[in-house]
């Protein structure tokens, strides 16, 4: 069967972790429905990437207040444009739907998780 036939998964779409998997045609509904968001902007080619999603998982599961949601870049340029995203991965913290803080690059679980408590203070 060719690739150009198979059927393209509906988003939202829940991983066995708890992140969410969002596209282009979720992304804004969902960041405005949702007060505490972290978005990572990945590439599954990007060893960085890689590294970063235990990490991400784990921190899904023990912050429950905050929702966390994957992006694929490759897939989704137009958010990449929007956000103005220029590595991955990319950490994006939103409140209330704005983008209050970005951090890029493989960064350990306790900063990442110091930079998620902060914003979510506000």
Same mark, same amino acid.
């Given at each position: 069967m060719s690739l150009f036939w198979k059927k393209k998964p509906s988003y939202p779409q829940l991983d066995e972790d708890g992140t969410v998997n969002l596209d282009e045609r979720t992304f804004d509904e969902f960041?405005?429905?949702?007060?505490?968001?972290?978005v990572m902007f990945h590439r599954t080619t990007?060893?960085?990437?890689?590294n970063m999603y235990p990490i991400f998982s784990e @921190?899904?599961? =023990?912050?429950?207040?905050v929702k966390f949601i994957k992006v694929s870049t490759p897939t989704n340029m137009s958010l990449v444009h929007k956000?103005?995203?220029k590595g991955t991965p990319t950490f994006m913290m939103m409140v209330n739907g704005k983008n209050v803080k970005s951090l890029t690059g493989e960064i350990s679980k306790e900063? @990442?998780?110091? =930079?998620?408590?902060?914003?979510?203070?506000?």
């Open positions: 960041v405005t429905k949702n007060p505490k968001v972290v990007c060893g960085h990437s890689v @921190l899904c599961g =023990e912050m429950t207040e956000y103005d995203v900063i @990442l998780r110091a =930079e998620i408590e902060l914003v979510s203070s506000i």
